[in-house]
């Protein structure tokens, strides 16, 4: 089961060409293009087999209580949440409470104010935002290392490479080196490649939910570069080369309307004509075998302006492609789009127990037993249906 990350953030990107010390190419022969047919739409049953759910333990103390506000990372036996008040909560699997761990201050081994953290074996890296650096701690909250990121002011997201350095993600063009992705070396304490495939020209906007960094493919970070659809992987040279194009057969894009998250969604559809529009990518599993791609539309459902999460999955060996709602029915009553994440048997949702309640009377009956409103979220699991 490979590790999945999950960022919940607001970046300052903006759109496609040009770069230094690194470059993306968007010409490339190993860019698989993927067309995507809204009219051609399948059910439920044909991406999950089953599907299950953990309830998160509080604690003896209320210790373990989540904030409302969090961002999430998994591997194999353990759930990390970020919180909103820059707390880290550790689970198992099972939901069972592990540590809440406090290392916010300004003593040497601590920080201010963190942006992300992700499992890394019997690990947890905190990206901090001030002061810039990599913050290494034990399951037990006891620092173990820290990696400096010397004037790179504005890091949102990072993800370590399997060479011992880390690819950093940025939305705006702060500090010394200037860059919306950077290779760092952390060992020497600089940047080995910058990439700057994001023009500062007059279309530039600020997304509300937009996220960078998509998923692995066998190791290789993939990154999204927003407004034309594309997924682009990190290679061992430290270029960024595209590995995929999704189309959409859609009357607009978001080269056309802007950022439809900034501004009222009655204002969004007028723009477009009351025509379906595809919001940017977001979370996806990445394989040589198969893609699944979850991705938001705007759409008009029975007179009703809704954004709807789709996933699709293109599977290589076939060269077909299926697409799917992301909405609850008979058979997955609790199946919802709301940050959705993959690792590689499962699609992961994370639900408060209010939202548990929409969906249960929407089911007619009870889903989750011994759930309260002060109860922790629960978490879904949607068990992947294995291609043969």
């Known amino acids: 089961m490979s590790r999945i990350q999950v960022i919940i953030l607001s970046l300052s990107i903006i759109i496609a060409a040009g770069c230094s010390n690194g470059h993306h190419d968007r010409a490339n022969d190993d860019c698989k293009i993927i067309n995507v047919d809204f009219s051609n739409k399948s059910d439920a049953g044909d991406f999950f087999d089953s599907w299950s759910y953990v309830m998160l333990e509080s604690g003896e103390n209320g210790e373990g209580i989540l904030p409302e506000r969090y961002s999430i990372d998994a591997d194999e036996n353990h759930l990390l949440f970020l919180a909103a008040n820059h707390d880290l909560y550790l689970f198992d699997r099972s939901g069972k409470f592990i540590n809440h761990i406090n290392r916010r201050g300004q003593g040497p081994n601590e ?87 994001y023009d500062t020209g007059e279309n530039s906007f600020i997304p509300g939910g937009f996220t960078p960094v998509l998923g692995h493919c066998n190791s290789m ?85 809704r954004m709807n999460t789709y996933m699709y999955r293109y599977d290589a060996a076939s060269g077909s492609g299926k697409l799917v709602c992301l909405r609850a029915n008979e058979r997955f009553p609790l199946l919802t789009g709301v940050d959705g994440m993959f690792d590689s048997e499962n699609y992961i949702t994370v639900l408060q127990p209010a939202g548990v309640e929409m969906l249960e009377d929407k089911a007619g009956k009870k889903l989750v037993e011994r759930l309260s409103a002060d109860s922790n979220p629960i978490v879904v699991f949607h068990h992947l249906k294995q291609l043969d």
């Open 221 to 305: 970070p993939m990154v999204s570069t927003l407004l034309n659809y594309s997924i682009y992987g990190l290679t061992d040279d430290y270029n960024l080369t595209p590995k995929y194009e999704f189309r959409f057969d859609t009357d607009f894009t978001l080269d056309d309307i802007g950022d439809i998250n900034a501004m009222p969604i009655y204002d969004a559809m007028t723009q477009c004509s009351g025509k379906s529009i595809v919001n940017y990518l977001r979370r996806g599993q990445y394989d040589d075998r198969k893609v699944y791609q979850l991705f938001d539309l705007l759409e008009d459902c029975d007179g009703m302006l």
């Open 111 to 197: 920080y201010i104010e963190a942006t992300r953290a992700h499992l890394r074996g019997d690990s947890i890296w905190v990206l901090s935002c001030y002061p810039p650096g990599l913050y290494i701690y034990d399951f037990d909250g006891n620092f173990i290392n820290k990696y400096p990121l010397d004037n790179m002011t504005g890091v949102q997201d990072f993800s370590l490479l399997d060479d011992g350095n880390a690819l950093l993600a940025n939305g705006v063009n702060f500090g010394k080196y200037g860059f919306n992705f950077c290779v760092w070396d952390l060992g020497s304490n600089s940047a080995k490649a910058n990439f700057m495939p």
